[in-house]
């Protein structure tokens, strides 16, 4: 668990770690994957959320899932991604978070992952957390600490407790 000043200051304004789905690259789970292609190539992101009609979240789309659907035997076929639908392709079995101020859960969803989808309670998706926004986060913890903190070693502490 987080200590809870070091989590105070992480998630301090903690609204504004999250990325709000508006602005948030996405594709529908009803488009072909030529243009899911179309839009991570443009993007320049390697893994993107998939909606449905009513904004939930259903799953998430890679450029390697897309290529990996162009390769035929002997050449690459990006007609094959005409043929597909984006529910054909993408991931469904991944972790978002309701409360972003799960730090712990946080935490531990983007050391694998580059971003965390952020989800309300009835799936409908609210944005994202990303590992740059919460490493810029860290770095200034890491920079800015001694001017939130005093901090006394705790052998400092026993030693001084025997006299």
Do not use: W
Not at 27 to 56: R, W
Not at 101 to 107: A, N, P, R
């Amino acid at each position: 668990m987080v200590d809870q000043p070091i989590k105070d200051l992480l998630l301090a304004d903690h609204q504004t770690l999250i990325i709000p789905a508006n602005i948030v690259a996405n594709v529908m789970v009803n488009n072909d994957c030529y243009h899911a292609f179309l839009v991570l190539t443009k993007i320049g992101y390697s893994k993107i959320p998939v909606l449905d009609p009513e904004q939930h979240l259903c799953g998430l789309v890679s450029l390697s899932m897309l290529t990996e659907k162009m390769l035929d035997v002997n050449h690459v076929a990006p007609e094959n991604l005409r043929r597909l639908k984006v529910a054909d392709v993408m991931e469904t079995d991944f972790r978002s978070v309701e409360d972003p101020t799960d730090l712990d859960e946080i935490l531990h969803l983007l050391i694998d992952n580059s971003f965390v989808p952020v989800v309300s309670d009835d799936r409908t998706f609210t944005g994202i957390i990303t590992r740059r926004e919460l490493l810029k986060r860290v770095n200034y913890l890491a920079h800015n600490f001694s001017t939130h903190f005093e901090v006394q070693q705790i052998a400092d502490l026993v030693g001084d407790r025997s006299n």
